[in-house]
């Protein structure tokens, strides 16, 4: 079954970090451009990190540049999420997302709570 499964969110205080992880499984992760997405309550989901196949580059969005760190575990097919320096801002649903062949991928998201 092609699917991507997150995993990793949960509450932590600012300045805090956390590690998400996408596991995919029914294709090889690697051949695909990965992201990662947000969507806080009430504004529109965004892209929030982004490596090329193979890893070969990898692009941020501003708000997030410096704090977060994609990257990919190739033997175990796994997506990782590496943020940290959490702000408020950071709360939201973090979604992991593949474009195949056969169209875009996502996973069930994870929620990422950013509080004191």
């Known amino acids: 079954q092609v699917q991507l499964v997150e995993s990793g969110g949960g509450l932590v205080q600012p300045g805090g970090s956390l590690r998400l992880s996408c596991v995919a499984s029914g294709f090889t992760f690697s051949d695909y451009r990965g992201n990662w997405y947000r969507q806080a309550p009430g504004k529109e989901r965004e892209l929030v990190a982004s490596v090329s196949s193979f890893g070969g580059s990898t692009n941020y969005a501003d708000s997030v540049k410096g704090r977060f760190t994609i990257s990919r575990d190739y033997d175990k097919n796994i997506l990782y999420l590496q943020m940290n320096s959490l702000k408020p801002d950071d709360t939201a649903v973090y979604y992991c997302?593949?474009?195949?062949?056969?169209?875009?991928?996502w996973g069930q998201g994870t929620q990422v709570t950013i509080s004191s």
């Open positions: 997302n593949a474009f195949l062949s056969t169209g875009n991928l």
